[in-house]
Structures are given as structure tokens and as C-alpha cells.
């Protein structure tokens, strides 16, 4: 019996070996998230309705009404536009076409596979030409051509719709995403899932809830989009017309109990979380220091809003449009803070300021390895360290000795965008993707690429939350499971 046993595995092994699988990608190592609103196609299983997007599949439960994980990161696709898809019965193989050919999914072995082409086989489901009496969400216009016009008079047309036979019918559109609407009632019921924009350039972790901007510039949808992860849940904030320049650029993010603060290069946005609503824009005339904001801190009901002309600092629970900002370093540009201990940690483009929070006293680190006329760009601490990166160079500073480590190895991956650390990971965004320095006995370091399964090497913003290093890049989301068994 054991014999046999043994054989069949062997016999699995060489099976999966002639078929190609050759699993070069770790298991739940990587799940991507992007733009999913450009729908080109939608399919019925019998667990799952699936939409073939601009940026992979994603997939609704119908039975439970929720977004699953979207068919992201697995080995064999890169996620590239899908122009048809179909999945079989069960749920347990999906056929998708691409620019690049045909794949299939297999839900047992996690992979794409190429194919010669998507077999003709009967799916669940019927593909239906357009109603004319949709009733269109608040604040959209239908038109009987098959246009949904948004607020900003944006059209967008459905691309696919497929009556299920249980009374529903699932709509892709291009631009808006998936839909639902009944037989008999014929109201169009947005299911929003993925970001608003997919280029992302900061992030920031808010109780198990992830606040993205980016780049406004050629989205015809500004705004940001916040992710419970948890619950697999996105909202999508929008800037009103006008509101927001249209070329504006997310700095950074910081948030209070009640508020979130974006900093633009056209001012400081204020999103009330309860109404997850833009509230508030402020600018130099409000009393900043400078409309270029580069860095945010909220600590001990105080807002630091850092500029390209000083540090602004303010009560977070005034009204900040009738409050003065007091204002600190008015010839520094503001471009990193951290609160550590007692102190605020200002790095400008001349070094790095320390602000006793006791007596309000600012003082400045004249090692010459962090200050002088050096950037500072990115100030993180651990128990252990302060770690910075000053001008293009990763050091830390032990906080018992105060010693000094430089870390030169990491110079060959060029640009360090940003960092993010826990107690023996470091976490480097760079333009070769995501480069990783395991703080230990012995220090290593690895870097992941879109070889291993990551969206796109053009990390621009990232941050720990949970067992997660969460990961903003020019294409999207990135979840990557640092606690994986396999990277240790």
C-alpha cells in the first residue's frame, strides 16, 4: 500500500512536471489590486459571477453578496486586459482571452496556463442585449444607447450583460465597473471593488483600513480610495468638480480619529471619515505655510503639515479654516516627521530637527552622516533604531549607542522612494521593485520583482499592517505576505 502510495505521487509529480507547472511563484505570496472599472466582459459560474477587466479578473459571491479575492498573482498571467472570459460550471476552471493569447485557470493547482484557444463549452448563464428602462444610481444619467453619464459628464458604456436565471443580471461597463440589477426591478446597483486610480503614490494604514492617492492627472474620476482589508471592502471618495487641480499629486497621508489629511501639491484635503466625504481644502491662505505639502504627522491632537516652506502646526480639532497655523522652519523644506519618544523628527532638505514636545524647543543633529547639507527624505523607528534615508543612502542609528550604520550594499537598486520598517524588516520601495533588508545577526537583503509575482517594480509607497507589507506601485495595490514560511 505505501508502495503505491509513493508511486502516485511520483506519477502526480512527473504529470505536472510534462504540463509545465513549474511553480516559480510562491503561494499567497503576492494578491494584486488596481483600477477594476473597465469591464470588457462577465461571466457565470455557479459560486461566482467573474469580470474580465483592463487589470485581471475579479469575482462576486453570489450567494453571500461580496467581492472574493480577485484571480490576481498567481503564476502564468500578468494581469493584462481580458477581452472575453467564461467559466465552466463548478467554478473550477475559468478560460479568459488576452493580447497575449488564451489561459486557463485551474482552482486546484492556483495557476494560468496557456491554451490554443477557449474551448466551446456551455456556460451558466445568457449573454443579453441592452434594457432600455434601467434606473441609473443617484446622481447618473442613463441613456438608451446603453451610456451611464456620470457627475462629471463622463459616458460610460455597458460592455457585457448576462442574465444568470435566478432573476439577476450582472453588468460590466467601462469605466464604472460591475453592476447588478434585478428582472423585475431594473435598478442599476453599483459593486464597486478595486481603486479609483491605479497609480498610487502614498499610503498609510489607519486601523486595518488603507487610505491611496495618486496622480490625478488623466483620470477621468479623481478622488482616493480607502481599503478595509479585512473585510475585502473599497470606497471610493471623489473629488467634486473642480475641487481638486486636475494635474494634483498625493504627497503624503495622515489621519485622526474622526478625519483624514491629504497632502497635495495644490494644498491640504480634509476627508471626514463618517460621511467618507471631501470636507475641507485648504491652502496658503487658509493659513498654511505653502500649498506644496510633503509631509504629514497627527500626534497628540496636533496636526504637523510639512511644506516646501516650513512646518505648519495646529489643533486637529479646531476649525482649520479659521485657526493660524503656527509655523516653524520657514526656510526648510519639510520633507519627512516621526514622532519618537518626546520628540518630533523633522528631515528637510538641510538635515534633521528635533522638537521637544516638554518645552517646545528645537534643536539640530549636526552628525554629519544625517545633516548638514544632505536630504533627508524618509525618517522611520523601531525599539531598536531610527532608520532614514539621507539623500540616496539607507542609515540607521541604534537608540543606546547612538551608532551610525550605513548600509552601501542597497545603492544598486537606485532610487529608495520610501521606507517602511518593523522590528527585523526593513522595507524599501524602489524602481526594481520591492527590496527587503532583514535587519538580524546577519544582515541580508532580497529583492521581489514582477518575477515573483508583484503588479509592477515601480514601488512607489509601502507600509506594514497585520502580517502584510502593503505595497503602492504605478499600477496599483500590492498585498505581499512577509511572514510567508518559505522567506525564512
Not at 530637527?353 to 534643536?363: D, Q
Request: charged share 20%; aromatic share 14%.
Amino acid at each position: 500500500m505505501k508502495k503505491g502510495i509513493i508511486s502516485f505521487f511520483i506519477f502526480i509529480l512527473c504529470l505536472l512536471y510534462s504540463l509545465g507547472y513549474a511553480y516559480e511563484f510562491l503561494p499567497n505570496l503576492v494578491k494584486n489590486y488596481s483600477n477594476f472599472s473597465f469591464v470588457n466582459s462577465v461571466a457565470v459560474g455557479f459560486k461566482y459571477v467573474y469580470f474580465g477587466t483592463t487589470n485581471g479578473v475579479t469575482r462576486y459571491n453570489i450567494s453571500q453578496k461580496q467581492w472574493d479575492s480577485p484571480l490576481t498573482g498567481f503564476e502564468g498571467f500578468d494581469n493584462s486586459e481580458i477581452f472575453t472570459i467564461k467559466a465552466s460550471f463548478d467554478d473550477e476552471r475559468i478560460w479568459i482571452n488576452t493580447e497575449s493569447g488564451d489561459y486557463e485557470y485551474s482552482g486546484v493547482f492556483n495557476r494560468w496556463t496557456p491554451i490554443s484557444q477557449i474551448p466551446d463549452e456551455t456556460s451558466n448563464g445568457t449573454h443579453i442585449g441592452l434594457d432600455y428602462d434601467y434606473i441609473p444610481p443617484p446622481g447618473y444619467h442613463y441613456l438608451n444607447t446603453g451610456i451611464l453619464v456620470d457627475m462629471y459628464d463622463n459616458g460610460h458604456s455597458i460592455r457585457d450583460i448576462v442574465d444568470d436565471g435566478w432573476g439577476n443580471q450582472w453588468i460590466g461597463t467601462w469605466g464604472l465597473g460591475a453592476f447588478h440589477a434585478d428582472n423585475s426591478s431594473r435598478i442599476l446597483e453599483p459593486l464597486t471593488y478595486g481603486l479609483l486610480q491605479e497609480d498610487i503614490t502614498s499610503l498609510y494604514s489607519d486601523n486595518g483600513t488603507l487610505w491611496m492617492g495618486g496622480s490625478d492627472t488623466g483620470y477621468v474620476r479623481p478622488g482616493f480610495t480607502a481599503y478595509n482589508w479585512a473585510e475585502n471592502s473599497f470606497e471610493h471618495i471623489k473629488t467634486e468638480p473642480g475641487f481638486l487641480s486636475f494635474a494634483g499629486h498625493v504627497y503624503a497621508i495622515a489621519a485622526s480619529e474622526k478625519r483624514v489629511f491629504i497632502g497635495t501639491d495644490d494644498g491640504l484635503l480634509v476627508i471626514d471619515k463618517k460621511q467618507n466625504e471631501i470636507i475641507d481644502h485648504l491652502y496658503q491662505r487658509s493659513g498654511l505655510p505653502d500649498d506644496r505639502i510633503l509631509s504629514l504627522l497627527v500626534y497628540d491632537n496636533k496636526l504637523y503639515v510639512g511644506t516646501e516652506y516650513g512646518l505648519g502646526i495646529v489643533d486637529i480639532n479646531s476649525d482649520l479654516n479659521k485657526t493660524e497655523f503656527k509655523t516653524i522652519l520657514p526656510t526648510h523644506a519639510i520633507l519627512s516627521l516621526d514622532q519618537i519618544e518626546n520628540h518630533i523628527w523633522i528631515g528637510t532638505h538641510l538635515g534633521t530637527f528635533r522638537l521637544n514636545l516638554s518645552n517646545e524647543k528645537l534643536g539640530y543633529l549636526k552628525s554629519a552622516e544625517i545633516s548638514g547639507k544632505r536630504e533627508v527624505r524618509f525618517i522611520k523607528h523601531t525599539e531598536r533604531k531610527i532608520w532614514m534615508v539621507v539623500d540616496f543612502e539607507l542609515k540607521s542609528i541604534d537608540r543606546n549607542s547612538a551608532e551610525i550604520e550605513y548600509f552601501p550594499e542597497i545603492i544598486q537598486y537606485g532610487d529608495l522612494r520610501s521606507i517602511a520598517v518593523s522590528d527585523t524588516i526593513v522595507a524599501v520601495a524602489t524602481g526594481s521593485g520591492l527590496l527587503l533588508l532583514f535587519d538580524g545577526k546577519e544582515d541580508n537583503h532580497f529583492l521581489y520583482t514582477v518575477g515573483d509575482g508583484l503588479i509592477s517594480n515601480d514601488i512607489r509607497d509601502l507600509v506594514f499592517d497585520g502580517d502584510y507589507i502593503w505595497i503602492g506601485t504605478d499600477k496599483g495595490l500590492i498585498r505581499f505576505w512577509y511572514k510567508h514560511p518559505s522567506l525564512y
